[in-house]
């Protein structure tokens, strides 16, 4: 199925900017590249409307719905994008709701917001919420961005248990069904400044048909067509790749015990490196200037 829509999956701690940040912009290289280039820039650059884009920002996950909404609100506002949205569902009963049924086929961006992924998906699975945003995603010109919990929740296979001290050894990481975004890939979020490589490993190695998608802090990647994936964000992305795999021991062993691969496939990505999916290939960006 073609795919109209766009998906940014983001790692999580992405730059919101600051509130004292125009005045220290002409002399802050780190400043500039937010409004420039930094991904809730691209958020808004993706969509049709660009900064004058209905924003809804979803904060379901959260703990903090409020304070991370007025977060994101702002973040929006320093990027001249004003026409914002809070939509804070706290139960499948909400999810429901006419009035934000009516607000989201408005949107023309929703941003998922990070917290707890299996909240997440416990509260929107099979509503017509979900599959209103589905259908926007799938029809239309709309964005789905998801940051943490909004990323690893956005595929069709999610993530939600295994620490990184237990994660290569069997039965430690669990895996259960996402949001449906996009299909035979698996996202995990804070990658790098958390440890979980060992969590895709073993997702990858029970699963190799599933891609694994790394996502460290601050990076993103914007995928289009439902298969162009392009990595965005100053951050770094790893992709674990399966399908070569040789052998492991991962039949033999019971769970608890340590697992062996022969063969697995990693990729780094880092800012305007692309990935087709569906080659199964990588192109790195080799221009001396990046931002030109």
Same mark, same amino acid.
């Given at each position: 199925?073609?795919? =109209?829509? =766009?998906? %940014? ?10 509130? /004292? ?31 004058? +884009?209905?924003? $809804? ?40 709701? $006419? ?27 099979? &509503? ?10 799938? =029809? ?5 961005? @998801?940051?943490?919990? @909004?990323?690893? *929740?956005? +595929? ?6 295994? &620490?990184?001290?237990? +994660? ?26 958390? @440890?979980? %490589?060992?969590?895709?490993?073993? !997702? ?11 996502? $460290?802090?601050? *990076? ?14 100053? @951050? ?24 062996? %691969? $022969? ?6 990505? +880092?800012?305007? /490196? ?6 199964? =290939?990588?192109? !790195? ?8």
């Amino acid at each position: 199925m073609a795919v =109209k829509g =766009k998906l %940014i999956i983001i790692g999580g701690a992405e730059d919101k900017g600051t509130p /004292d940040d125009k005045g220290r912009m002409d002399n802050d290289t780190a400043v500039d590249d937010y409004y420039e280039n930094g991904i809730l820039r691209r958020v808004i650059d993706e969509s049709v409307k660009k900064d004058k +884009s209905r924003i $809804e920002i979803l904060t379901t996950a959260s703990t903090v719905p409020e304070e991370i909404g007025d977060d994101y609100r702002k973040a929006f506002k320093r990027l001249n994008a004003e026409n914002t949205g809070i939509i804070n569902i706290k139960s499948r009963e909400g999810a429901h709701d $006419e009035e934000l049924l009516k607000r989201l086929s408005k949107a023309d961006i929703v941003m998922v917001t990070g917290g707890d992924q299996m909240r997440l998906t416990s509260i929107l699975g099979g &509503t017509p919420f979900l599959n209103m945003m589905q259908e926007k995603y799938f =029809k239309e010109d709309f964005v789905y961005a @998801g940051s943490s919990a @909004g990323a690893a *929740a956005a +595929s069709n296979n999610m993530v939600f248990q295994g &620490t990184s001290d237990v +994660s290569l050894f069997k039965g430690k990481v669990r895996v259960t069904s996402g949001l449906g975004f996009i299909n035979n890939v698996i996202v995990d979020t804070h990658f790098v400044t958390r @440890g979980r %490589i060992g969590r895709l490993l073993q !997702i990858v190695v029970a699963n190799p048909r599933l891609l694994g998608i790394g996502l $460290e802090e601050n *990076a993103a990647l914007l995928v289009t067509n439902g298969s162009k994936m392009e990595a965005i964000g100053p @951050g770094m992305i790893m992709l674990v790749d399966g399908r070569c795999i040789a052998d492991s021991n991962f039949n033999d062993i019971d769970d608890g015990e340590a697992i062996s %691969i $022969e063969n697995v496939v990693v990729h780094v990505m +880092s800012k305007y /490196d692309i990935y087709d999916y569906k080659k199964h =290939k990588l192109i !790195i960006d080799h221009r001396n200037d990046r931002d030109e």
